[in-house]
């Protein structure tokens, strides 16, 4: 059977369930920690396991430039290159393009560009882009589409959504189906309601295995961003997975469950820990701020992590003062194995039928007055 998702329960518009994949069930809302280069930078895969997260992303741009799609294939494939068991999900490059690479030419065939590494020169097609997926071994395969800068005239916005729509078509005849393997869809459409649906209606009429919502967390605000998801999510197949595309804050993540949505990934829970950022239960901390040097209680009491069970606030900011690499390592933990608790927290209440008790409860925690 092809990758599929069924519902536990519905309150709202929230939604419990589990992804069925080649590599194992995940329970949604799921919140997938972003290993870019093949690694959730500061973390063993073990590690990244004992946090609960079950499922996580790769990069097609990254690992298509080093150490290319054709050698991990040689060597087995993502899953055992990087030793995770579970599933992947794969993004299609295009994003990346467009953020990181040099010089880059869009023509309606593809992108060619330059590595920011060292400036030789690719191209990424829907063909190429769904090859390398298939190499690497994503459970989830994702379409090559192009990421609509924001801000983007409703006349730009559409140009590049249609663009993207005959791209997926393509990427759609591209891919190869095999058990427990499946491709999303990608909404696009910038905050233009009248160019989601259009772009909704044209991947349905393809049909893919879930579909996802783009284009957002690129600018345009929280507002504008759950106002998008008001008028998109709706109209999306009601059996089918949601995932909002490099989402968010735990506010934005609760924010959009509400909404609908089953799946997230992002870079903030692992790029903060690095920079010494905590996102808690009672909110956000700078553990490099010197007024954590005396205090001996734990970043998070109600976190079980390494971090908030074996040591103090005042060690985890000597350990960034003096620059250790253990900082970045347990705060990393820390965020990753909250945002599961986040996650964890929300697909409970939804399956206890009181989801917006406690995601109210969580967001006052958040964001205290
Ligand atoms: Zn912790």
Redesign the pocket.
């Known amino acids: 059977m092809t990758l599929h998702w069924t519902a536990a329960a519905i309150d709202g518009a929230a939604r419990a369930g589990t992804l069925h994949t080649a590599h194992g069930e995940v329970p949604t809302p799921v919140f997938m920690p972003v290993g870019t280069a093949g690694t959730i930078k500061a973390m063993t895969a073990d590690a990244v396991r004992s946090t609960g997260a079950r499922m996580i992303l790769g990069n097609t741009y990254h690992l298509m430039l080093r150490p290319t799609a054709e050698r991990i294939a040689r060597l087995g494939g993502l899953h055992k290159f990087a030793d995770w068991h579970g599933p992947i999900l794969t993004d299609s490059g295009g994003f990346q393009v467009m953020s990181l690479a040099g010089l880059r030419k869009l023509d309606a065939d593809g992108v060619t560009f330059q590595s920011h590494i060292d400036g030789s020169k690719h191209r990424l097609t829907p063909e190429r882009s769904i090859e390398i997926q298939h190499l690497l071994g994503a459970d989830v395969t994702m379409c090559f589409d192009e990421c609509t800068p924001f801000p983007a005239t409703e006349e730009q916005a559409a140009e590049s959504m249609r663009l993207s729509m005959r791209w997926a078509a393509r990427s759609r005849d591209a891919f190869v189906a095999r058990p427990g393997h499946g491709l999303f869809g990608i909404v696009q459409g910038s905050t233009f309601a009248e160019l989601r649906a259009e772009s909704v209606a044209a991947l349905t009429a393809i049909g893919f295995e879930g579909y996802a919502i783009g284009g957002l967390a690129v600018g345009e605000g929280q507002e504008a961003m759950f106002a998008t998801l008001d008028v998109t999510t709706p109209l999306l197949p009601a059996d089918r997975p949601r995932y909002l595309m490099g989402v968010g804050t735990p506010a934005d993540i609760i924010g959009a469950v509400r909404r609908g949505i089953d799946m997230f990934d992002c870079v903030i829970p692992t790029r903060s820990g690095r920079t010494a950022r905590?996102y808690?239960s009672a909110g956000q901390l700078n553990l490099r701020n010197a007024r954590h040097a005396d205090d001996g209680a734990?970043?998070?009491a109600s976190?079980?992590?390494?971090?908030?069970?074996n040591h103090s606030r005042a060690y985890l900011h000597h350990l960034f003062k003096c620059e250790e690499m253990l900082g970045p390592m347990l705060l990393t933990?820390?965020?990753i194995?909250?945002y599961q608790q986040v996650t964890g927290t929300l697909r409970a209440a939804i399956l206890d039928g009181r989801f917006e008790a406690v995601a109210t409860r969580l967001e006052a925690a958040l964001d205290p007055a």
């Open positions: 905590a808690t734990p970043l998070d976190c079980a992590c390494p971090a908030c069970r933990w820390h965020n194995a909250y």
